[in-house]
């Protein structure tokens, strides 16, 4: 439940790029770092950001989201959704310098793990977008969500069972 500590979840640092601009359509790439995510949160957080850069829920429904009590929230397409980076401070920390192990790092590999993330994997996401739409077709769907009273409609219901 979300009042149990096992469901709250530590967001280190969240980077958003610029707008750029390849095949003729503008792209953002938004870096989320964190200690682990809940199934489908980031889809969640997203659809958030979305809603509040839209114009379809105000910046206060951020804080609404942020409660215990249960929001409705659609989840944003998993297209362009990457497990990117791995990061094992806590292991390398605790085993990295024992003598035994060795410390998780790859930043001798970072230039080519970035070259083919480029080339093969941000490529064939955008590729598959531009043919299938995939959050276009999402985000007109958006305006039919209630965002501003969907969450008090729900406690309502909830209240009366």
Known sequence: GPDDPRAWRVINSVECSEPF??????????????????????RK??????AVCRGLASPHFITTTLT??????PKAPAIGLVLQDQHF????????????????????????IQK??????????????????????????QYYHDYQTYSLKHQANRIRI
């Open 68 to 73: 215990t009590h249960y929001v409705d929230l």
């Open 116 to 141: 083919f993330c480029d080339e093969n994997i941000y490529d064939s996401i955008m590729k598959k977008e531009m043919a299938d739409n995939v959050m276009l077709k999402w985000m007109s769907c």
């Open 45 to 50: 957080m997203l659809c958030v950001l979305m």
């Open 21 to 42: 601009e390849r095949y003729g359509w503008q792209w953002i790439n938004i870096k989320l770092r964190g200690q682990s995510f809940l199934l489908h949160q980031i």
């Open 89 to 112: 401070h806590t292991y390398n920390k605790t085993y990295g310098s024992d003598g035994v192990h060795e410390p998780l790092i790859w930043d001798e590999a970072e230039e080519e």
